[in-house]
């Protein structure tokens, strides 16, 4: 029986509350990506900053550990798509929520072309119509890690997985239509 876990925030608040540029730019990513709140945005944020405290104590110290630990936070970042294999440590300095709102699972199926927007994304995926790598996902913030991006698909259950959907058809008309813009700014 015992007690139960005191669980811990993910995220950290702004300190100034009612900064108007930043309150903007939160803004205009919850709109962008698809995301919920803005406790969202601020969970990424703190992920990303322990991503950088991370890489900037590995560069202070020089010993044999650090190296290791250094390794160990470019795979992740690797694996997690945010980073290629010819990085460095100012490549992980750089990061934005930019590049991890593009990781997200919600991105995903929108630029795969399975939701025609992020809030339709976000929906499907919460309703259980989206597999990642033969799991049902149901959580739209999941990070794709880089292997899994080819195995996002719709349930087998799902009404979505027939040709014959209305919205399957729309999806394909507006991705013709995407590609012949595409040609004309080419020619």
Do not use: C
Request: no cysteine; aromatic share 8%.
């Amino acid at each position: 029986m015992g007690d139960t876990k005191k669980l811990k925030k993910k995220f950290e608040r702004p300190r100034k509350p009612w900064e108007k540029n930043r309150i903007i730019y939160e803004r205009e990513l919850i709109n962008k990506y698809g995301y919920k709140n803005k406790k969202e945005v601020w969970r990424f944020n703190a992920l990303l900053r322990g991503f950088r405290e991370q890489a900037r104590k590995i560069v202070a110290l020089d010993t044999k550990q650090a190296k290791k630990e250094g390794e160990a936070l470019f795979k992740k970042l690797i694996n997690m798509g945010l980073l290629e294999n010819d990085s460095s440590f100012d490549d992980v300095l750089e990061l934005s929520i930019d590049d991890i709102s593009k990781r997200r699972l919600a991105s995903m199926v929108v630029s795969k072309g399975l939701a025609r927007s992020p809030k339709q994304a976000r929906q499907f995926i919460t309703h259980k119509h989206v597999f990642v790598g033969g799991k049902k996902v149901s959580s739209p913030n999941y990070v794709v890690l880089r292997d899994e991006e080819n195995s996002i698909v719709y349930a087998m259950n799902s009404p979505f997985n027939d040709k014959n959907h209305p919205l399957i058809e729309q999806l394909k008309k507006s991705g013709k239509e995407v590609e012949k813009v595409k040609e004309d700014a080419k020619n």
